[in-house]
């Protein structure tokens, strides 16, 4: 590609896929509302607020490819979401129908559907099952990039990611992690793809625990190489026996199905 967006640059995945992306592009265009620091040789750095209609247009025009992190990653105040994960969202997409759709990797979320327990297996026919506001707004999300493709033929991958970061923290990441470079291998798959649609892809590692089937993904290509499973005996070691009664280790969403909707004021 000449120009590839990533949204949400500035974050802990933003930042690990700006170096990692970095030889996928001749440019790196990379976006956020906080700050990105200093621009490397192949980078154009741009502040930009996903609510601002006119701001994202910009944001979006010249570029071929968009790799799509940013908004609110977590539950949180319902306005707060709103401009981030809704209206952001859809400024992205007005913007990419205006300015040559561009192929969209969508940073979706299992929290889509967090109330599956986790002794429930699935795939991407399963009804969502939402565990909070933040998950609601990704199922907004892939609903809008679904309804791009069908009337207007805007290819979107929409990537569930479980728990993307440099290891697993907790047990129920040994079933929902998905390393870094999994993940790049991932974008890099569905950039390459000669047709992608709009699928539905579980983003998690080869990992031995798993809650999710990935199967209908397969034509793209991608071969996932890291496993959970090694880091179980380090996360024994440091946090004890898991307790079966706990949020965190009965349901696919974890503690999100406990937050509250927190009030505006």
Not at 6 to 30: E, F, V
Not at 129 to 141: A, I, N, Q
Not at 153 to 177: D, F, Y
Request: charge should be negative; aromatic fraction near 10%; glycine fraction near 10%.
């Amino acid at each position: 590609m000449k120009r590839l967006l990533i949204t949400g640059a500035a974050g802990a995945l933003g930042r690990a896929m700006r170096t990692r992306l970095a030889s996928h592009a001749d440019i790196l265009r990379l976006s956020d509302i906080s700050d990105l620091g200093e621009a490397q040789p192949n980078e154009e750095l741009v502040r930009c607020d996903l609510g601002d209609a006119e701001a994202v247009h910009r944001l979006v025009e010249g570029c071929d490819g968009i790799v799509h992190l940013g908004g609110i990653s977590v539950e949180d105040k319902f306005s707060k979401i709103m401009n981030a994960n809704l209206l952001g969202l859809y400024n992205l997409y007005e913007a990419a129908r205006a300015h040559g759709q561009p192929r969209i990797v969508f940073a979706s979320s299992n929290h889509t559907v967090g109330f599956y327990r986790q002794d429930q297996h699935i795939d991407v026919t399963a009804p969502m099952r939402p565990d909070g506001l933040y998950g609601v707004s990704k199922c907004f999300g892939e609903a809008l990039a679904r309804l791009y493709f069908e009337k207007f033929g805007q290819e979107t991958a929409l990537v569930r990611i479980g728990s993307c970061m440099e290891k697993p923290t907790n047990h129920r990441m040994l079933s929902s992690w998905m390393s870094y470079r999994d993940f790049t291998q991932l974008i890099a798959c569905v950039f390459r793809a000669p047709m992608l649609g709009c699928p539905v892809i579980w983003g998690i590692s080869d990992n031995d625990s798993k809650w999710w089937d990935n199967s209908h993904a397969a034509y793209l290509g991608w071969k996932p190489q890291d496993n959970a499973e090694g880091f179980r005996a380090e996360l024994d070691a440091s946090l004890g026996r898991p307790d079966p009664k706990a949020a965190l280790h009965v349901y696919q969403g974890g503690n999100f199905v406990n937050d509250p909707i927190f009030p505006e004021s």
